[in-house]
């Protein structure tokens, strides 16, 4: 095998994994283990895990699946027409993974479910809830999309991920083990932390769709102020006060060094990403830098929290 064969074949898996939301999938499962260590619980079964991976591909290629997308220009659209068959299978088959798991955790934790609180309810539908309005549900008298608001889009997609992967896996453990969910003073700063994180990155994708949104007119931060405004008025201030935010807390509670570091690294990746941006980046980067943030984020908090 040639080197150019080589190369085509090794972009075509990268195209796959991320085009395909692979690494979105991913990245909520290592965000999920990261927040349960950091919030002082045991991890859950691997079942939990693969329903959170499932569930996130699920949610993420929805839109690909409604209609048969034309060509265009955008490499990503293009690659779901090549793939509409498996692509839809595969949402098929997600799909019935996810309900016979739902019935199963009913079936065997029937007393610990009909033991929940209306909180305990309210943190378990407020996520998906919010996930249908950001798609667009049908209500009187007519249907709300929050994605038609563009400067909402980025606040709404980070509160759907702080919950998923913050919230979500301790009520998990406390709904097994029959206890009661407790909002702790680190479990809402994990929350506000990846809130915070996840909305930047999101804003900092909008810069991807600016020739688009601004045509479709969709007030997108990028779209209002303009992309270097954005960058350097919105993305970096936001992600200086989430940097200095932590580091008065981990100095007021006496971090080690290791931990304090390796939690520092993903916000100044993340400036550096930001800055980046200046300059026009194809699709690629924006899905392995840019939404790759996510991950790193969520490695350098469990090894801060494992060894440190």
């Not at 909520?28 to 283990?33: G, I, K, P, R």
């Not at 997609?157 to 896996?169: C, D, E, L």
């Not at 810069?207 to 919105?234: E, H, M, Q």
Request: glycine content about 6%; hydrophobic content about 50%.
């Amino acid at each position: 095998m040639s080197n150019a064969q080589f190369l085509k074949k090794g972009y075509r898996l990268l195209e796959c994994i991320f085009f395909s939301n692979c690494f979105y999938g991913l990245c909520a499962v290592a965000l999920s283990v990261e927040a349960t260590l950091q919030q002082g619980f045991t991890l859950n079964g691997l079942a939990y895990y693969l329903i959170t991976f499932f569930a996130t591909v699920l949610y993420y290629t929805y839109p690909y699946v409604r209609k048969c997308p034309l060509i265009t220009t955008n490499k990503r659209t293009n690659w779901y027409t090549r793939n509409y068959a498996w692509v839809c299978f595969s949402q098929l088959a997600i799909s019935v993974i996810l309900l016979v798991s739902f019935g199963l955790f009913l079936w065997i934790y029937p007393a610990e479910v009909s033991a929940m609180a209306i909180v305990e309810w309210s943190l378990i539908l407020v996520f998906p809830f919010t996930a249908a309005l950001y798609y667009g549900i049908n209500i009187i008298p007519g249907k709300c999309n929050i994605r038609k608001i563009g400067w909402l889009k980025p606040f709404v997609i980070g509160f759907i991920w702080a919950g998923m992967v913050t919230i979500y896996p301790v009520l998990f453990h406390n709904i097994i083990h029959r206890q009661n969910y407790q909002f702790t003073r680190v479990g809402l700063l994990l929350f506000v932390k990846n809130f915070m994180f996840i909305t930047v990155s999101c804003i900092m994708f909008d810069i991807k769709d600016y020739a688009t949104d601004y045509i479709n007119r969709l007030r997108t931060f990028v779209v209002k102020l303009g992309l270097r405004k954005t960058v350097y008025r919105i993305l970096v201030p936001l992600s200086l006060f989430g940097l200095f935010s932590f580091i008065c807390y981990a100095l007021f509670h006496h971090f080690h060094p290791g931990r304090l570091i390796f939690n520092v690294i993903p916000f100044i990746l993340l400036i550096v990403a930001a800055i980046s941006l200046c300059r026009r980046r194809p699709l690629m980067y924006y899905l392995v830098i840019v939404d790759g943030l996510m991950l790193v984020k969520a490695l350098c908090g469990s090894v801060a929290i494992l060894y440190f």
